[in-house]
DNA sequence: CTGCATCCGGAATGATACTG
DNA sequence: CAGTATCATTCCGGATGCAG
């Protein structure tokens, strides 16, 4: 298998590059991620899990039943990938 | 929505990104790209058009039924994107 | 023989309600 | 707040058919 393959088979599934890029500046709480990518809840902890077991994030334990995400130092070196990613898609759409 | 989200709603599909990055150094035809990369060939015919539709690359005709598939510029342009994703998945499963 | 389209079962995703 | 349970919907993949 390609190595792009052997990427994709974890940041292919749907959401997955979305919330490593919300993670990307700072670590956020499940329901802020919700919130800001609309996605649904089953989803989120889902891709959530699947991401932690990949060692592109990891749970911090907060207070009162709280819990934030943030990305390892393997989630971390995704930020060119998704800088190119998003670049691209800025000039889409050109009529 | 955000220029990733943008990307990913032409990328995100299965087997896009995969099929851009055979294109990258030389166009193929349609059974090229089924061999080498084992993709059903209904999907294949599927993410073409799709692929083609965003602008991503163009169809070629050639000689006795056969068409070359090649990137355009603004498929060319995904090469970064992808040497990232793919040195990101090189590094994949540390023991 | 190449380049698809169609049909169909199973997997992935989504909406919603509910729980510790 | 951070999920799980359930069910509907959409996507994907394999087999098959068919025209140029």
Redesign the pocket.
């Known amino acids: 298998m390609s190595d792009l393959a052997a990427a994709l088979e974890v940041l292919g ?3 997955a590059l979305l919330i490593v890029e919300q993670l990307l500046d700072e670590p956020q ?3 802020d991620l919700q919130r800001t990518l609309g ?5 989120l ?1 889902t891709r ?1 899990r699947e991401l932690e077991a990949a060692g592109v994030l990891s ?1 911090l334990p ?1 207070k009162h ?3 934030a995400y943030a990305l390892t130092d393997r989630g971390l070196a995704l930020r060119d990938a998704i800088v190119a990613l998003s670049s691209w898609g800025a000039q889409e759409a050109r009529p």
Do not use: D, E, K
Not at 39 to 43: F, G, H, L
């Open positions: 599934a749907r959401w709480r499940y329901s996605v649904p809840t089953n989803m902890a959530l749970r907060l039943n709280t819990r």
